[in-house]
């Protein structure tokens, strides 16, 4: 029985961090026995927003690395980079012809990104939706894990496929959004301002690559309070974001002992940090170490990048051929 599509791809702009692991990355490792799974970095993306790209090629190989050290496989997935599958910008420009520009101006994420950077409103920036449909309609991918900022990308990935198939024949099938875990982990910021952020608020999130003292002095600024003023009283959610951590990364036994002085209205926040620091850093260590030495092995990583846009070129050109041929352009 043949494997479904999954598609993931991430952006390499700023650092990977708690977030992106717990609310993705731990999924997408266990997703990679049970589906045919293509992860990429979405290179071509990131200079719609960062137009610098002096730094790009070490963000590509973190990037890279932080996804191995989290526990991808690169012989199970298709790990690759998004700029060594020509074939995605070539699917682009077809769909860039099923794209038009008042229903791409409409789109909530490129009006917030018009007010952010009002002096780069480009071309890629405006059909960045039709770019990350031919993303995932180069593989034929139907199952599309994305946050809620990025169902409506989605759901014009849909219309695209659809207007294609409608005009040509039907190749596409229809890409749906897909969560492995019906229980998805939410990590705030550490500050209680939204979730954490790859390159904004860096005091206030936990990247992957943290060194043991700079968690532990990001978790002891955390946001707290003056405690429960009743036995069990409901948390806010600054101080629910720091039991979560402590459930992702400490022992039971532990978490109970907090959750008990917390609901006596015993807490004692310090120590709570101190625990949650210590168990944090031990529980980064591995990755980080491991990540640094990937970084450090260019030759390793030139083989894992080339070997995964092979794969990912196979898939990619096999549906170009569909397409060219369903449009007559196959000459």
């Avoid at 090629?57 to 998004?82: F, M, W």
């Avoid at 894990?145 to 219309?159: F, S, T, Y």
């Amino acid at each position: 029985m043949q494997k479904e599509v999954v598609l993931s791809g991430i952006r390499p702009t700023g650092f990977l961090h708690l977030g992106n692991y717990f609310g993705a990355m731990r999924n997408y490792v266990r997703m990679q026995d049970e589906y045919n799974c293509y992860f990429f970095v979405a290179d071509w993306h990131s200079l719609t927003t960062h137009p610098d790209t002096k730094a790009l090629k070490t963000s590509v190989h973190r990037v890279i690395a932080e996804n191995i050290a989290c526990g991808l496989d690169p012989q199970k997935v298709s790990l690759y980079v998004q700029s060594d599958v020509p074939e995605i910008a070539e699917l682009y420009l077809y769909l860039n012809t099923l794209a038009y520009k008042g229903e791409l101006e409409k789109v909530p994420t490129f009006k917030d990104k018009v007010r952010l950077q009002p002096d780069n409103v480009n071309a890629g920036l405006l059909t960045y939706p039709v770019l990350m449909a031919a993303d995932i309609l180069i593989h034929r991918a139907v199952k599309v894990p994305v946050g809620k900022d990025q169902e409506q990308h989605l759901e014009m990935a849909r219309n695209f496929a659809d207007r294609f198939n409608h005009r040509y024949g039907e190749v596409f099938p229809q890409p749906r959004a897909f969560n492995f875990s019906k229980e998805l982990v939410k990590i705030l910021s550490l500050d209680g301002n939204g979730k954490m952020s790859k390159s904004e608020n860096q005091m206030a999130t936990i990247y992957l690559s943290d060194e043991g003292e700079l968690v532990k002095k990001k978790i002891m600024k955390a946001k707290t309070d003056g405690g429960p003023a009743e036995d069990n009283a409901e948390k806010p959610d600054y101080i629910q974001n720091l039991f979560t951590l402590m459930s992702l990364v400490s022992s039971d036994d532990v978490v109970k002992k907090f959750e008990v002085d917390y609901s006596q209205c015993n807490i004692r926040y310090g120590d709570l940090k101190k625990q949650l620091a210590e168990d944090m850093a031990v529980f980064l260590k591995p990755i980080r170490e491991k990540a640094t030495a990937i970084q450090n092995d260019n030759a390793y990583l030139q083989k894992i990048m080339r070997e995964g846009a092979e794969k990912a070129r196979a898939s990619a050109r096999a549906t170009i051929n569909i397409v060219r041929e369903s449009m007559g352009v196959k000459y």
